[in-house]
Structures are given as structure tokens and as C-alpha cells.
């Protein structure tokens, strides 16, 4: 009968191991438009140390990379159980925290520090438990993913779609493991960002009447995104696992115009669309492209032909949906001891890649709640962490 991982340490030794690396992690200022490779390297010489070897997916300008590593047996060939996390933070500019952000803290019941939630509490159990684990007796594999830029669109996971493909019988299911206190999820809402840029020449406000006016034709397209919504609130579609049951446009960002005596040359429009499982959120896109590009364009050239509307895509985060009664999903339920229903979140992560696109079943679950992440003085409970030693140990791959 198959047991838990077996480690070679007591449950305290390992508890304090686990912080020690979680204090590695957190001092590499990861935030997203900065490189991941010190803590990759990092990552690479601890799993090393117990003999499991690691495999770099690039981007392209070998600045970043994801990781992939594979313990137990196999030879890497069988992937087994997939814990996966994210390895970028998100900017503390602008944000007042009491001390380093990057600097681990105890204080009490918690640890405080960037990517404490969000997700480093969760890459640190993993390690814990892959450095000290007699992997001789694994008769399942486990292997830990971790990626880059998550935060700003999911880029490093959507270059691994196509090998996390190759994986298609040769591995059970993956964990990714975003802060949800534990609780097993198992779908939750997508999420793109547009920015629509309104171009025309500044003229001089007297001539107002005769000239097109980009702040104008973006509050217009503010107002039919609105019209959208509430088209969305009121006929759906809907989907009830979500306490907000519909997908909406945020407007986030209008930016235009420099004095009230002179007509504006540009105006940007940044918006993040949230869309519930099975509404087509390139369809919504291409709603508000169509207008901003069509009847808003036209009206702006009906007073100047040198007007123009671009639209640019700056990130897709696949919504997520898999049966709560999938084999992978019970058998994470029940290793875990859950008794509680399967939860469905209104925050995106790269579960939507993993299973929509690449085919590989998943559930989020980690330590931490989304409450915390991206925000000043970031925590995870000690609590939590302890909990995901125990729940990820549990997993009956030996």
C-alpha cells in the first residue's frame, strides 16, 4: 500500500529547513521585469545536493528561465505529481512597508516578506521535502515546475504548453500552488489586459468643435465597455460556483490630454477583462476592438483622416474549470483529507495553461491566502506552512 513521501529528518528539522530556504528565496529580488537565473541557480544546487538534476526552459533572450526537475523513478521520463510555482514577485514601489521586503521577518505567528503568499512559501515546501527526501523509495515521480513572469500574463508557463504536452500519459496531475489557505480549488476565472491608444494632433481649443478629440473617443469606449457590462450582470452568461457569477471589464487606466486650452493628441485606455469559464473572452476583446476601431475611429476621421485607434493585447491568463470529480482531483482530496467542497476562486493562475491548453489535469492549492499577496508587509502563517509540509509529505507516492 503506497505511503507518504518518506524524508530523511524529523518534522521540526524539516519545518526549520523550509524557513531557512524560504529566506533564500526571499532575498532574491525576483520582481517580474527583473531576471530569475540567481535563484535558479540557487534552486539547481539545492535539489543537486540530494541527486536530482534539473532541466532550464529559456526565454529567448537567456535572461530567464523556467525550471523543470524530476525526482523518483523514471529517469525523468515518467513525470508523476507536478508541483508547480511561479518564481517572479510583484513591485513593492510605492508601497509602505515596515522594513526590507526582501529581508524574511518572524514576527509572532507569521513570516513577512515579498512572494511570502504569492508564491515562495509554497516553492519552499517543495524543496524541503525534494532535499531531504530518500527518493530511492519513491515509486511515483515528483516533479517541481517553477516559471517566470506569471505576474505579468502567465509568459513563462505558455512556453512550456507545448512540453508539458509530450507529458500526456506519463504524468498524473499537477498542484500549482497559489495561496487559497489550503483549500483545494478546482476552476476560476481568466483574465486579459488591452490597451487602446486614441491618436489625433493638439490644436489649439478655440477650434474644439471642428477637431476630433481623443480623450473624448476613449471615454466613449469606457462607456460602451460599461454597456457591456451590465449586459453581462443582467443576461450572463453566469456561472454560480463564483460569488461574482458573471465576467466584467475593469477600466483601470485613462490617461490623456495635457491643459483644457488645447484639444488632446493621444489618449490611452487600459482595461482587464475577467471572464467566467466557457464566455469566450477573445470574443469580449474583439467587441471592444471592433468599436474602438470601427464606429469610434469613424467618427473621429469624419473630422480628420490622420486620426488613428491601435489596440494591443498585454496579457491572457486562461480561465480555468476542471471536474471536481476527475480522478486527479479526487485523489488530491483525498490524500489531503478534504471533506470540504472543491472552491472556485475569482484570481487567475497558470492552472489554465496546465490543463485548458496543455492537457495536463490540475488543481491550486498552497499555503497563504490571496488577501495577502501584493500587498505591503506580505505574509504567510507559519501555520499554513506547516500544514503544506504535512499535506505535500501525505501525497502517497511511496
Given at each position: 500500500m503506497p505511503s507518504g513521501i518518506p524524508v530523511r529528518c524529523s518534522d521540526s528539522e524539516l519545518f526549520t529547513h523550509m524557513l531557512g530556504i524560504l529566506e533564500r528565496l526571499v532575498a532574491f529580488d525576483t520582481?517580474?521585469?527583473?531576471?530569475?537565473l540567481d535563484l535558479i541557480t540557487y534552486v539547481r544546487e539545492l535539489l543537486e545536493?540530494?541527486?536530482?538534476?534539473?532541466?532550464?526552459?529559456w526565454n529567448e533572450d537567456r535572461t530567464?528561465?523556467?525550471?523543470?526537475?524530476?525526482?523518483?523513478?523514471?529517469?525523468?521520463?515518467?513525470?508523476?505529481?507536478?508541483?508547480?510555482?511561479?518564481?517572479?514577485?510583484?513591485?513593492?514601489?510605492?508601497?509602505?512597508?515596515s522594513g526590507d521586503p526582501f529581508t524574511?521577518?518572524?514576527?509572532?505567528?507569521?513570516?513577512?516578506?515579498?512572494?511570502?503568499?504569492?508564491?515562495?512559501?509554497?516553492?519552499?515546501?517543495?524543496?524541503?521535502?525534494?532535499?531531504?527526501?530518500?527518493?530511492?523509495?519513491?515509486?511515483?515521480?515528483?516533479?517541481l515546475m517553477l516559471t517566470y513572469e506569471e505576474e505579468i500574463g502567465c509568459v513563462g508557463a505558455r512556453h512550456l504548453v507545448e512540453e508539458l504536452r509530450t507529458w500526456r500519459g506519463r504524468v498524473s496531475g499537477c498542484i500549482v500552488g497559489e495561496p487559497t489557505g489550503l483549500e483545494v480549488v478546482v476552476g476560476h476565472k481568466g483574465k486579459q489586459n488591452h490597451r487602446f491608444t486614441f491618436t489625433g494632433r493638439p490644436k489649439h481649443a478655440a477650434l474644439a468643435p471642428r477637431e476630433p478629440n481623443p480623450v473624448t473617443a476613449a471615454a466613449a469606449l469606457a462607456g460602451h465597455a460599461q454597456t457591456l457590462n451590465e449586459g453581462f450582470r443582467s443576461t450572463g452568461p453566469s456561472d454560480d460556483r463564483f460569488e461574482i457569477d458573471h465576467s466584467w471589464i475593469n477600466v483601470g487606466r485613462i490617461d490623456g490630454g495635457v491643459k483644457p486650452n488645447i484639444v488632446p493628441e493621444k489618449c490611452v485606455v487600459e482595461l482587464e477583462i475577467r471572464n467566467i469559464p466557457g464566455h469566450?473572452?477573445?470574443?469580449?476583446?474583439?467587441?471592444?476592438?471592433?468599436?474602438?476601431?470601427?464606429?469610434?475611429?469613424?467618427?473621429?476621421?469624419?473630422?480628420?483622416p490622420y486620426t488613428d485607434v491601435t489596440a494591443e493585447?498585454?496579457?491572457?491568463?486562461?480561465?480555468?474549470?476542471?471536474?471536481?470529480?476527475?480522478?486527479?482531483?479526487?485523489?488530491?482530496?483525498?490524500?489531503?483529507?478534504?471533506?470540504?467542497?472543491?472552491?472556485?476562486?475569482?484570481?487567475?493562475?497558470?492552472?489554465?495553461?496546465?490543463?485548458?491548453?496543455?492537457?495536463?489535469?490540475?488543481v491550486v492549492c498552497g499555503p497563504g491566502f490571496i488577501t495577502e499577496a501584493h500587498t505591503p508587509d506580505e505574509f504567510v502563517t507559519l501555520d499554513?506552512?506547516?500544514?503544506?509540509?504535512?499535506?505535500?509529505?501525505?501525497?502517497?507516492?511511496a
Open positions: 520582481t517580474s521585469h527583473k531576471s530569475n545536493g540530494n541527486g536530482v538534476t534539473s532541466e532550464l526552459h530567464k528561465a523556467n525550471l523543470v526537475a524530476t525526482a523518483g523513478p523514471g529517469g525523468g521520463h515518467d513525470r508523476g505529481i507536478v508541483w508547480s510555482g511561479h518564481t517572479d514577485v510583484v513591485p513593492v514601489d510605492g508601497q509602505d512597508w524574511l521577518r518572524t514576527t509572532g505567528d507569521r513570516v513577512t516578506g515579498r512572494g511570502t503568499a504569492d508564491m515562495k512559501g509554497f516553492i519552499a515546501c517543495c524543496l524541503a521535502i525534494l532535499s531531504t527526501a530518500d527518493l530511492t523509495r519513491l515509486n511515483v515521480p515528483v516533479t469566450d473572452c477573445d470574443g469580449i476583446a474583439e467587441r471592444l476592438r471592433g468599436h474602438a476601431t470601427g464606429e469610434l475611429l469613424d467618427g473621429m476621421r469624419a473630422k480628420a493585447q498585454l496579457s491572457d491568463t486562461p480561465s480555468f474549470a476542471i471536474d471536481p470529480h476527475h480522478d486527479f482531483v479526487t485523489f488530491v482530496r483525498k490524500s489531503f483529507g478534504t471533506d470540504g467542497e472543491p472552491q472556485y476562486v475569482p484570481f487567475g493562475t497558470e492552472a489554465g495553461l496546465i490543463w485548458e491548453h496543455a492537457g495536463v489535469p490540475a499554513q506552512l506547516r500544514r503544506c509540509l504535512g499535506l505535500l509529505k501525505s501525497l502517497p507516492l
